[in-house]
């Protein structure tokens, strides 16, 4: 499986967040090639400002494992992470984050180096695939 593979299953979850009227950020959490953890923006839905797509994917990624530390998985997220997603993929110790657009306004990357010094960082997979969506959705937002 590849990152162009694993960003295709984070956009299907982009779309389930599109089709509720979330913004359109999707997360799949990979350990050994298989997707063990999904996610997609819920924060409207259940009322709640952590509940990214990040987030949620970790949670579901730990569980299955029954380990808080997540140290042999891949985050594929379609947009780079904010600060409170960035925190918490330091904490679970992720092996690498891979995420599709930039996100200039809130994204992590402003900040500093937030990742565990472990963690890789690829960024750009499937980006303009990623962006579309979120310029789908704020445009929509604002007619």
């Not at 956009?11 to 359109?24: D, M, Q, R, S």
């Not at 997603?85 to 306004?105: M, N, R, T």
Request: glycine content about 6%; hydrophobic content about 45%.
């Amino acid at each position: 499986m590849t990152d162009d593979y694993f960003m295709q299953q984070a956009l299907a979850e982009a779309e389930k967040a599109l089709a509720a009227a979330e913004i359109p950020i999707g997360a799949v959490v990979v350990f050994n090639n298989q997707i063990i953890g999904r996610g997609f923006n819920q924060t409207e839905r259940l009322r709640d400002v952590t509940a990214h797509a990040e987030m949620l994917a970790l949670t579901a990624a730990a569980n299955h494992l029954g380990n808080k530390y997540l140290a042999d998985c891949t985050l594929y997220v379609t947009i780079e992470p904010c600060v409170m997603c960035a925190g918490a993929s330091y904490w679970a110790q992720l092996k690498a984050v891979v995420f599709g657009a930039d996100e200039p306004k809130v994204g992590y990357r402003r900040h500093g180096q937030l990742l565990h010094p472990r963690t890789q960082l690829r960024g750009g997979v499937r980006a303009e695939e990623c962006a579309a969506l979120m310029r789908q959705f704020f445009s929509a937002k604002r007619r």
